[in-house]
């Protein structure tokens, strides 16, 4: 879903560290070991420092916004002379050096019980270990100093695989640069199904831990058709080795796309379409937010989540179609869907100021961040709408000229193309794109009024209005003493018909959140508790019948 861009939290770094100057070699060997339904992690740190003043280092910072990731550190000790202790309330390090020289190790103890709400966290099971490079090396200077990191990985269990998004081959791991630049760098190792491709002679590697109910080696037969056909696409095959990692994650369609490397966290029970869709969208990351950004001086980088996210969309439906993974029944139910997810986002018609409100109040959930994936993929659909057309050369649509060409002409600067808002429209508009228009009256003015082709793929499918039951889930969750309790239950709702009352108490509940990434359209599930007994409760979350535009086959 994402491009790493998003994640990086604006947190301050406190401790300098003069002691350790630019360019240190920092020597690093890590350690798994099998424990119960886990897996510790042991780092060992090794560098040399200026002075053996006492050092102050901040403790594990997770980018991806795990709170105190810190906390899983046990067994944290000095040798050859180093003293290291833990201060206070653990948020630091205090270490002492030994002859200039520094030598610790801590183990990472990852309860992954603990993780199972957090979609970024570090994946770890009784069998792997997945983790982002923030995830486990200390932030032992400021963020944007540049390091040697040195990388060895020992003693794998046996039958273990490893991978890493930094090299191809893993156990000996190198690169230069600053925690800001590398918190992504991922390393993963445990027992994988691993199917290796190659691509114009380079690998290319599908690995999957678990095995999911399609079948892993069609998954993995999936991947690599996104990879090959993208990189074909934009004729892109500057890479040495190129990863695609599918991880479990219980209740989840997430996604995450690096360098080298993109990575879905997805339910074992995952939908073929779904997850084709998933990687076609994280594959498209590589260009679309990674290379090719809107400028966005706007105080929360929100303004152009549309192209980023939304036409990223698109055209990742697009390709999919054009590459024969998906009918063009399935690619028509994806524009369908982008109707009905704006139909029943509360945000539809927020423009960008009251959205921009929403965030200043600390209150941009799920359901505002979806609206740009749904109303940029639609702008991309409206954009495209004389161009789109399938002939037997293939299929023909500007928005994907507009960004290969954008990706061959735009200005690079350091491998980035970034134009500004006038330079990114009037080049949309050389080519007869009216995303300008499209985007001031849904964007910035957040209409939901979208001017729909009538006709699709020379009229094999024609808007129509369809009788459509609304998304209504029947109640709001009221949260007290860490417990949940149903509280404006509509008695004309569904919930009330299931039996659902104003002040029960849910235990549990699966697919009550309509954008969350664990949401699916069926029944909803609910664990509850009348007169001390728990209760299952399922029910179908619709409502009022309401009148929806969508494309109907004729
Ligand atoms: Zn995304």
Request: aromatic share 18%; with cysteine; charged share 20%.
């Given at each position: 879903m994402k491009c790493v861009f998003l994640f990086i939290l604006l947190f301050c770094s406190v401790f300098i560290n003069a002691q350790i100057a630019e360019g240190t070699r920092i020597n690093a060997k890590l350690q798994f070991i099998k424990k119960g339904k886990t897996v510790n992690v042991k780092v060992e740190l090794q560098f040399k420092v200026i002075s053996n003043d006492s050092l102050l280092i901040g403790n594990l910072r997770d980018y991806y916004g795990f709170p105190s990731l810190g906390k899983f550190m046990t067994e944290l000790t000095g040798y050859n002379g180093t003293v290291v202790k833990k201060r206070g309330n653990a948020d630091s390090i205090n270490i002492a050096p030994f002859n200039n020289e520094v030598n610790f190790t801590y183990t990472l103890g990852y309860d992954s019980a603990t993780f199972s709400d957090a979609t970024y966290a570090p994946n770890v099971g009784e069998n792997h270990v997945h983790f982002a490079f923030c995830q486990w090396m200390l932030p032992l200077t400021e963020k944007n100093k540049v390091l040697e990191y040195s990388i060895q990985v020992d003693n794998l269990p046996e039958n273990w695989l490893l991978y890493s998004s930094v090299a191809g081959e893993a156990h000996d791991i190198s690169f230069k640069g600053s925690l800001s630049e590398f918190f992504s760098a991922t390393i993963g190792a445990g027992v994988f199904y691993k199917k290796p491709y190659t691509l114009k002679g380079k690998p290319l590697n599908v690995y999957i831990n678990g095995s999911f109910s399609t079948g892993n080696e069609r998954l993995a037969e999936l991947g690599y058709k996104i990879v090959s056909y993208q990189r074909t696409l934009f004729n892109d095959f500057q890479f040495s080795f190129y990863n695609v990692v599918l991880l479990p994650k219980e209740g989840n369609t997430a996604g995450i796309s690096i360098p080298n490397m993109f990575l879905c966290l997805i339910k074992k029970d995952v939908d073929y379409q779904k997850l084709a869709w998933l990687m076609s969208h994280e594959m498209l990351h590589r260009w679309i937010g990674n290379q090719i950004t809107i400028k966005d001086t706007t105080s929360f980088g929100l303004r152009h989540q549309w192209f980023k996210e939304g036409i990223n969309d698109y055209l990742s439906y697009l390709v999919l179609l054009d590459s024969k993974l998906f009918t063009r029944d399935e690619f028509i139910n994806s524009i369908n869907s982008y109707i009905r997810n704006i139909k029943e986002n509360p945000y539809s018609n927020a423009s960008e100021d009251s959205i921009k409100k929403v965030a200043a109040a600390g209150k941009y959930g799920v359901a505002a961040t979806k609206l740009p994936y749904y109303k940029g993929g639609l702008i991309g659909f409206i954009a495209d709408k004389e161009f789109l057309m399938e002939s037997e050369t293939g299929l023909h649509s500007r928005v994907k000229d507009f960004i290969l060409t954008l990706l061959k002409n735009g200005k690079k600067i350091e491998g980035r193309i970034e134009p500004n808002e006038k330079m990114f429209f009037s080049f949309a508009d050389s080519m007869q794109l009216p995303l300008y228009n499209l985007y001031q009256k849904h964007i910035i003015n957040g209409s939901a009024d979208f001017d729909l082709p009538k006709k699709v793929f020379t009229g094999v499918y024609k808007l129509e209005k369809v009788k459509y039951q609304v998304y209504d889930l029947g109640f709001t969750f009221s949260e007290k003493d860490s417990k949940f309790f149903a509280s404006s239950v509509d008695p004309y709702g569904p919930a009330y018909k299931a039996g659902i009352r104003n002040d029960m108490e849910i235990i549990s509940s699966t697919?009550?959140?309509?954008?969350?990434?664990?949401?699916?359209?069926c029944p909803v599930n609910m664990v509850v508790l009348v007169n001390g007994e728990r209760k299952t409760v399922d029910y179908i979350p619709r409502g009022k019948e309401v009148q929806v535009l969508q494309y109907i086959k004729k």
């Open positions: 697919s009550v959140n309509r954008f969350s990434n664990a949401w699916c359209d």
